[in-house]
């Protein structure tokens, strides 16, 4: 069975400074998307970044970036230059083509200091 | 922003009673999905739609029943609300379609079971 698994219930991050967040997966599957969603107070889920399996460069969208392990089964989320409207929890998602079913890991909650 | 709400936003509701929330999307997404969100359980897929009148179960469907009789919504119903139900509803849409899988999400439903 596919599961997504975030092993950082929470982090902390400086204003200004890059973080990592850390997901594994774990599926027999060669053909699958993975998701980063973000979650602010607002409760709203929002597509931070996507990354197809086939494609061996790892995705970027402005200051998220991923590191796609796909021997690894690792997909961790890079923040650069974090900033106050990043505080929220991260949900790291995963979905086979051709099925229907997404998987979501549990969660990390991100804390930005100021 | 995709077009989907959820009615009600929030809803208290005392044990055995039957709830009924409802999803509408504006987009024509074949897709269709009811979430939870559980502190410490992520999303967790309850039910899902691949069209209408289709439906199959998630990973924890037992208590719970959709339908799904036009395109634009999807009705998730509590036959007799317990406090175990008591959680954050999410809908979600997506195409499956191209090169892209993405979910998009409504808002949000807080139930509280009393």
């Known amino acids: 069975a596919q599961t997504v698994t975030q092993s950082q219930p929470e982090m902390s991050v400086q204003e200004a400074e890059t973080v990592t967040l850390s997901c594994t997966y774990d599926?027999?599957?060669?053909?699958?998307?993975l998701f980063w969603y973000k979650q602010p107070p607002s409760r709203q889920m929002i597509l931070v970044i996507r990354?197809?399996?086939?494609?061996?460069q790892n995705a970027t969208e402005n200051r998220f970036s991923v590191n796609f392990q796909k021997a690894a089964k690792s997909f961790s989320l890079k923040i650069s230059d974090s900033q106050l409207g990043d505080a929220a929890m991260y949900f790291c998602g995963a979905v086979t083509s051709g099925t229907y079913k997404y998987i979501f890991g549990t969660g990390t909650r991100l804390k930005v200091l100021a | 922003d995709a077009g989907i709400t959820q009615s009600p936003r929030h809803k208290v509701t005392e044990t055995g009673t039957p709830v009924t929330l409802r999803c509408h999307q504006t987009e024509n997404h074949r897709y269709m999905y009811w979430y939870r969100q559980d502190p410490g359980h992520g999303l967790r897929l309850i039910h899902y739609?691949?069209?209408?009148?289709?439906?199959d179960k998630g990973e924890v469907s037992d208590g719970y029943s959709v339908s799904r009789s036009k395109t634009e919504d999807f009705l998730l119903t509590l036959e007799s609300a317990t406090s175990s139900q008591t959680s954050v509803y999410f809908c979600?849409?997506?195409?499956?379609?191209?090169?892209?899988?993405?979910?998009?999400f409504g808002p949000g439903t807080r139930l509280t079971v009393t």
């Open positions: 739609s691949y069209g209408v009148k289709d439906t």
């Open positions: 979600a849409i997506s195409d499956r379609g191209g090169t892209s899988y993405e979910q998009y």
């Open positions: 990354q197809e399996a086939y494609k061996q």
């Open positions: 599926t027999s599957e060669s053909d699958y998307y």
